[in-house]
């Protein structure tokens, strides 16, 4: 079992810079692919930016390419989204999560485990 939490979200104008985290509690987190998601209202949930147990490899989703990028510390069990240029249709919940017995995922149905979620707006 692995319990997320995620924090570091809020408002900030386009432009700007926020950085996630996702605080793993359980065993073996090393063990785990982890990813970030996001949703807005009425969508569906889209997949940002993975990284790979070892955080030697990452994969972006289109939206995340050269603006935000995805980190982990297996020693302190957190995930880090650093999100930079922010832009009004970044405007969403963002959720990690975490995926046992792969090496990394992109795909929401690869991942058992979910925060809560934290939201980010972006103002024009």
């Known amino acids: 079992q692995v319990q997320l939490v995620e924090s570091g979200g809020g408002s900030v104008q386009a432009g700007g810079s926020l950085r996630l985290s996702c605080s793993a509690s359980?065993?073996?987190?090393?063990?785990?692919?982890m990813g970030w998601f996001r949703q807005a209202p009425g969508t569906a949930r889209d997949f940002v930016a993975a990284?790979?147990?070892?955080?030697?490899?990452?994969i972006y989703g289109d939206s995340a390419k050269g603006r935000f990028t995805i980190s982990r510390d297996n020693a302190k069990r957190l995930v880090y989204l650093e999100m930079n240029s922010l832009k009004p249709e970044d405007t969403a919940v963002y959720s990690c999560a975490a995926a046992n017995g792969m090496n990394i995922a992109t795909h929401l149905a690869h991942y058992d485990y979910w925060g809560q979620g934290i939201q980010v707006t972006v103002a024009s």
């Open positions: 990284i790979s147990r070892s955080g030697g490899s990452t």
């Open positions: 359980g065993r073996a987190f090393g063990s785990y692919a």
